[in-house]
């Protein structure tokens, strides 16, 4: 099962799978369709996307193994940097791969995660065996949707842009945005991305 809200993206994935013998696929845009889905077709593999409209990726891992604790979750991400693969194993991804992986590897990853193993690429994994994330750390303060819109910060968007990609309410961010600035101790949006770039929840 596919699950990303860019259907070129899957349409890309779904040419790439279907090298692999006895591949059926089925695909979601959202994490309300995934949800669905998962519990009409009952898919051996999910590959989910962290960036989804709605309920985001990690939240649909937690729900998806609230669902099935035996689901097989390989999370394929824009997001190359150790934090996010490190909150995505920790919600219950059996694997981590970014979008610049290259299709071998990603064939590795399905076969591995399908058969019951885990498969994290390898320099992120490499990344991840020297970096420490403690609660006591800014990143442990930041909840999941917390990074989502500080991420979506850092790379420009408006308040109001990230409230309709995220389908929240401009309040909503808006109060997340305070609450965020306070765990971080500052006071201004433009610090904000210069601490997301810093901690590495946002390329520099």
Request: hydrophobic share 50%.
């Amino acid at each position: 099962m596919l699950v990303d809200d860019h259907a070129i993206v899957r349409a890309g994935l779904r040419g790439l799978l279907a090298t692999m013998s006895r591949t059926e696929l089925v695909e979601a845009a959202t994490g309300e369709d995934a949800l669905a889905l998962v519990r009409a077709a009952r898919p051996d593999l999910v590959i989910l996307d962290l960036n989804l409209p709605g309920i985001g990726g990690l939240e649909l891992v937690r729900r998806l193994l609230a669902e099935d604790r035996t689901a097989r979750l390989l999370v394929l991400s824009m997001h190359a940097e150790p934090l996010y693969a490190a909150r995505a194993i920790e919600a219950g991804a059996r694997g981590y791969l970014s979008k610049n992986a290259a299709p071998e590897e990603l064939l590795r990853a399905v076969r591995k995660v399908a058969e019951g193993g885990r498969y994290i690429e390898n320099d992120i994994a490499q990344e991840l065996a020297v970096q420490t994330v403690s609660a006591t750390s800014p990143l442990g303060q930041l909840a999941d949707r917390d990074l989502e819109i500080l991420r979506s910060l850092a790379e420009g968007r408006s308040m109001t842009e990230i409230a309709g990609a995220l389908g929240l309410s401009y309040k909503t961010v808006a109060n997340t945005c305070s609450q965020i600035k306070a765990k971080l101790g500052v006071a201004r949006t433009a610090d904000l991305i210069r601490v997301a770039i810093e901690i590495g929840v946002a390329p520099g």
